[in-house]
């Protein structure tokens, strides 16, 4: 049998790409919870975003190309969403698991992608999603789950549909490029958040040798392996692969944090992988919607 040459081998490179990318950053997250007693998760907030966009400033060296109006206008937009989404979602970490915060944030890109559509088939991946967030949120007296918590999870959703559509337009001016510039304006946003909550602790040398790492592992390596793999995979592959992430934090929590989560809340889960999984499959147009 003949080993497989580039053609075969170049579409795994941005599977593999997305898939670390998902590690990474879950792996970040829970190191990230484990420093919310020192400087809260603001603190964190800052720290991340903060090194990212210094990591990401020397690697891309943005200033190199100069900016059109509309797109240093949609950077503008991309990075307030992702300064946002990251504030919001380290919020959420304080009081709910790290799996669960981040089924119920799936729900932004979910919306996304069922935003517009008109097909009736679709309706079954929005009740299959709906069905999920009924089993974690707190609609009833028996739910355990933090209502606080959850409420910023959802707020962290939108944040991150916004900087989905955001992203698609910032991308035009370079995907690493942007990226870093994105990054840095959303430093900018939590940083004053982020002193006011974490003080002189922010600069001690242990933290900030933690909050490098999780720069690295939660926002620098992840954002542009996705980033790669965006530009090079068709929209339901992406989407597809995109589903695992609530999974893959869950994995990630139980192994980094030891949190466990019920059969009704991995039943939830599962509902809201199998409703993203069925968006991107779904999303491809028949011959004749292409036609």
Same mark, same amino acid.
């Given at each position: 049998?003949?080993?497989?040459?580039?053609?075969?081998?170049?579409?795994?490179?941005?599977?593999?790409?997305?898939?670390?990318?998902?590690?990474?950053?879950?792996?970040?997250?829970?190191?990230?919870?484990?420093?919310?007693?020192?400087?809260?998760?603001?603190?964190?907030?800052?720290?991340?975003?903060?090194?990212?966009?210094?990591?990401?400033?020397?690697?891309?060296?943005?200033?190199?190309?100069?900016?059109?109006?509309?797109?240093?206008?949609?950077?503008?937009?991309?990075?307030?969403?992702?300064?946002?989404?990251?504030?919001?979602?380290?919020?959420?970490?304080?009081?709910?698991?790290?799996?669960?915060?981040?089924?119920?944030?799936?729900?932004?890109?979910?919306?996304?992608?069922?935003?517009?559509?008109?097909?009736?088939?679709?309706?079954?991946?929005?009740?299959?999603?709906?069905?999920?967030?009924?089993?974690?949120?707190?609609?009833?007296?028996?739910?355990?789950?933090?209502?606080?918590?959850?409420?910023?999870?959802?707020?962290?959703?939108?944040?991150?549909?916004?900087?989905?559509?955001?992203? @698609?337009?910032?991308? /035009?001016?370079?995907? $690493?490029?942007?990226? =870093? &510039?994105?990054?840095? !304006? #959303? *430093? +900018?946003? %939590?940083?004053?958040?982020?002193?006011?909550?974490?003080?002189?602790?922010?600069?001690?040398?242990?933290?900030?040798?933690?909050?490098?790492?999780?720069?690295?592992?939660?926002?620098?390596?992840?954002?542009?392996?996705?980033?790669?793999?965006? @530009?090079?995979?068709? /929209?339901?592959?992406? $989407?597809?692969?995109? =589903? &695992?992430?609530?999974? !893959? #934090? *869950? +994995?990630? %929590?139980?192994?980094?944090?030891?949190?466990?989560?019920?059969?009704?809340?991995?039943?939830?889960?599962?509902?809201?992988?199998?409703?993203?999984?069925?968006?991107?499959?779904?999303?491809?147009?028949?011959?004749?919607?292409?036609?």
């Amino acid at each position: 049998m003949r080993a497989p040459g580039p053609e075969g081998a170049a579409p795994l490179l941005p599977i593999a790409a997305l898939v670390a990318g998902m590690v990474s950053i879950q792996s970040g997250a829970a190191l990230a919870k484990g420093l919310f007693p020192v400087i809260g998760a603001t603190g964190v907030t800052a720290l991340r975003v903060g090194f990212s966009a210094l990591i990401l400033l020397a690697l891309w060296r943005p200033w190199r190309r100069p900016l059109e109006r509309r797109e240093a206008g949609a950077i503008l937009l991309y990075g307030a969403a992702l300064g946002l989404m990251n504030l919001l979602f380290y919020l959420a970490l304080r009081t709910i698991p790290l799996g669960i915060a981040v089924a119920i944030e799936f729900t932004g890109p979910l919306a996304v992608a069922l935003f517009g559509s008109r097909r009736l088939r679709d309706l079954a991946w929005i009740g299959l999603a709906v069905l999920g967030l009924g089993l974690l949120l707190p609609l009833h007296g028996a739910a355990s789950l933090d209502p606080l918590g959850a409420a910023l999870a959802l707020g962290a959703g939108v944040a991150w549909g916004l900087y989905i559509v955001f992203g @698609q337009w910032a991308g /035009r001016a370079g995907g $690493g490029p942007a990226v =870093s &510039l994105g990054m840095s !304006v #959303a *430093a +900018l946003l %939590a940083a004053p958040v982020g002193l006011a909550q974490g003080g002189g602790a922010l600069f001690t040398p242990d933290t900030l040798l933690t909050g490098l790492a999780i720069a690295v592992l939660s926002s620098a390596l992840p954002y542009s392996l996705e980033m790669f793999a965006l @530009q090079r995979l068709r /929209r339901e592959a992406f $989407g597809i692969l995109m =589903s &695992l992430e609530p999974a !893959v #934090a *869950a +994995l990630a %929590a139980l192994a980094l944090l030891g949190e466990r989560l019920t059969p009704v809340q991995w039943l939830a889960v599962g509902c809201v992988i199998a409703a993203s999984v069925g968006v991107a499959v779904s999303g491809r147009p028949s011959p004749a919607e292409s036609a």
